[in-house]
């Protein structure tokens, strides 16, 4: 069983940079694609990034090209989330998820974390 963890969160200003870290237990993260999705209560959940296992493929939305970069270190079994510059509309649930596909990891992936609050202040 894939149990996920995030961290990192919680409150920035705006303009800053704040990393999130993905970890897992009971498996480790290495054989899968992972993903960060993030949602504001009552709007649509939103993929912000997703890489493949292996790190080599990387594939963010349009909307969060340049300030959202996504990596990963399978020595330490750990998928990080950087965000530069960020601005209040950022303010979301963060979840890191996991799935043995890159695309899946992208679209509907099948292990997700608790979720991890950002919330950037004006």
């Known amino acids: 069983q894939l149990v996920i963890a995030e961290s990192g969160g919680g409150l920035v200003q705006s303009g800053e940079s704040r990393r999130l870290s993905c970890t897992s237990s009971g498996l480790g993260l290495e054989g899968y694609g992972v993903g960060w999705f993030r949602q504001v209560p009552g709007k649509q959940r939103e993929v912000v990034a997703c890489?493949?296992?292996?790190?080599?493929?990387?594939n963010y939305p349009e909307p969060m090209k340049g300030r959202f970069t996504i990596s990963r270190d399978n020595v330490k079994n750990t998928v990080y989330l950087q965000m530069d510059n960020l601005k209040p509309d950022d303010t979301a649930t963060y979840y890191c998820?996991?799935?043995?596909?890159?695309?899946?990891?992208?679209?509907?992936?099948?292990?997700w974390g608790q979720g991890i609050r950002v919330t950037v202040s004006p």
């Open positions: 998820t996991a799935d043995p596909s890159f695309g899946g990891s992208c679209r509907a992936p099948e292990f």
């Open positions: 890489i493949s296992s292996d790190g080599e493929r990387t």
